[in-house]
């Protein structure tokens, strides 16, 4: 069964990280997943930033406001960690980090409300000071992030609710970390480097190699899948095989009301598991998951 998704949504759940100066680029270029080096104005990057040992700590939705600053939305309860983190690296490139999320205004556009209508995944444009930045699809629907200061009006069309935006965020498939997540996953375990999250030409940046032997030497074990839970479950709760409730195969990370009822959650899961099915959210007494199939291939499928 299929759901309107048609409208705009504010975003009060994300926030925005402005690196200014002429490195702007070049540093989170050595910094992220993605690569910034060669960042258009008409492009986005979805990234992540890393651990040394290659667990995610972030995930940004990244873009140019101009040659010499750049924006990268994040959860915003990972925000201030991630701002003091990433900081730590600037040294002596010529580029400064600051939290600019009360500088703008964020919102999610869906459906008829998307300029454009569909357009590739990390497409940019830009309207007069508002950015637009299309996002994978969900429920059949375009759907994009409108990015624009704060003192701007706001885009005009049909009121979304923002719960049923963020269920748009998980029928996309593509996961945005929060903090019950940070040093969960590589960011295979998520999908990322299906989704356009991860550059594997790119030159080096914290936890690459543990990214790379995860690529290419075949020891990813976890991936990513859309389930359908009847009550509601939490992010970072542990998922079980029924048949097995000492030892979690998976872990909860994204959940949003199903428009239908229930629950609808993003879940990593070890893959030998999902092929098993019989899952459930917590041990004694748990949630049985249902999984569903993903909007996009994998990698290792295209």
């Not at 040394?52 to 201030?80: H, N, W, Y």
């Not at 500088?103 to 209508?117: E, H, I, N, R, T």
């Not at 930045?133 to 994009?144: D, E």
């Not at 990214?211 to 074990?221: E, I, N, Y």
Request: net charge neutral; aromatic share 8%.
């Amino acid at each position: 069964m299929t759901y309107p998704l048609n409208g705009i949504a504010p975003l009060s759940h994300l926030g925005v990280i402005r690196v200014e100066g002429e490195d702007a680029a070049k540093f989170l270029h050595g910094q992220l997943t993605q690569d910034f080096a060669l960042l258009g104005m008409d492009q986005a990057r979805l990234a992540a930033f890393l651990s040394a040992k290659g667990r995610m700590q972030a995930s940004f939705i990244g873009f140019k406001r101009s040659a010499t600053e750049v924006l990268l939305v994040c959860s915003r309860d990972l925000l201030p960690p991630t701002l003091k983190r990433l900081s730590m690296f600037v040294l002596r490139a010529k580029a400064k980090l600051t939290d600019a999320t009360n500088d703008f205004a964020l919102y999610g556009l869906a459906g008829d409300a998307v300029p454009g209508g569909s357009q590739p995944a990390w497409t940019k444009t830009d309207t007069g000071s508002a950015s637009v930045i299309h996002l994978y699809p969900a429920n059949g629907q375009p759907r994009a992030l409108w990015v624009a200061p704060a003192a701007d009006p706001a885009p005009t069309g049909p009121a979304l609710d923002e719960a049923l935006w963020r269920w748009s965020e998980v029928k996309s498939g593509v996961a945005t970390l929060t903090t019950p997540l940070v040093e969960a996953f590589v960011p295979q375990m998520l999908n990322y480097e299906s989704v356009g999250g991860v550059n594997f030409k790119k030159g080096c940046y914290p936890g690459q190699e543990v990214v790379a032997r995860s690529q290419f030497r075949g020891t990813l074990k976890r991936r990513a899948y859309i389930a359908h839970a009847a009550a509601e479950v939490a992010v970072g709760a542990e998922v079980f095989n029924t048949a097995d409730l000492e030892q979690p195969c998976g872990t909860v990370v994204q959940v949003a009301p199903a428009p239908g009822g229930g629950f609808d959650t993003i879940v990593s899961l070890q893959i030998s598991a999902a092929q098993e099915g019989n899952l459930q959210v917590g041990a004694a007494g748990g949630v049985a998951l249902s999984l569903g199939p993903l909007p996009y291939p994998l990698l290792e499928d295209i």
